[in-house]
């Protein structure tokens, strides 16, 4: 069955601080890998995407993830989080048709 | 340009009525999406078209949820006889033609509460 683990309900972490949030799959076929984030009100909001080629990809607001087929995952990194980065990230595997398959999310709280 | 745009921003209803879910997406998108975000259910696919092809109707839970796009570009979401379970974010998103690696863009939802 295709379908999207995001093992970490809630994080917390320092302002400053390192951040991973992870994210497993299962697809039967290429996936194409996202990560949007949902901030409070907002709609949803494309960090980065992966479909082929390297497998660290950049996104905006300095956010990275890395592809590693092996481990069926593509974990979001940041090495600084700001506390504007609170919200709740969600990662999604979509195939030809673009229709994805998101995981439950990942709430993002950031101590002063 | 503009976004995608959903009315209404936030929707109450009775148990037992219909409701219509309307959404506009990006001026030259042909391809649309439905998801639901429900607590404890997260992002559901609801249904997907692209262009003139018979639309993707898989995510629909039950028959009281239909939907259609007129003229390929604006998409009404309709529940029949809501039920309090269909309480949920209704969103929606568009790309430009539909390939698995574009970017969806997506509205500020529609927040329904069925009483």
């Known amino acids: 069955a295709q379908s999207v683990t995001q093992p970490d309900i809630h994080i917390t972490v320092s302002e400053g601080a390192s951040l991973e949030l992870r994210c497993n799959y299962s697809y039967g076929a290429t996936p194409y890998l996202f990560w949007y984030v949902q901030s409070p009100g907002q709609g949803l909001q494309l960090l980065l995407k992966y479909f082929s080629g390297d497998t660290l990809v950049q996104g905006i607001k300095g956010f990275e993830a890395e592809f590693k087929r092996s481990q069926s995952s593509f974990n979001l990194r940041k090495p600084s989080v700001h506390w504007s980065d609170a919200a709740e990230y969600f990662c999604a595997v979509g195939g030809a048709t673009n229709k994805l398959i998101f995981g439950t999310g990942t709430l993002l709280a950031v101590q002063p | 340009g503009a976004g995608v745009s959903q009315s209404p921003s936030n929707k109450v209803t009775e148990k037992g009525k219909d409701v219509e879910l309307r959404c506009d997406p990006i001026?030259?998108?042909?391809?649309l999406y439905w998801y639901r975000q429900s607590l404890g259910q997260g992002l559901e696919f609801l249904i997907y078209f692209q262009g003139n092809s018979a639309p993707d109707k898989s995510g629909l839970p039950s028959d009281r949820f239909s939907a259609e796009r007129t003229g390929g570009s604006v998409s009404t979401l309709t529940i029949q006889r809501t039920q309090q379970e269909d309480s949920a974010v209704y969103l929606c998103?568009?790309?430009?033609?539909?390939?698995?690696?574009?970017?969806?863009?997506f509205g500020p939802g529609t927040r329904l509460l069925v009483l």
């Open positions: 998103a568009s790309s430009l033609t539909g390939w698995g690696t574009e970017t969806q863009y």
């Open positions: 001026s030259g998108h042909t391809a």
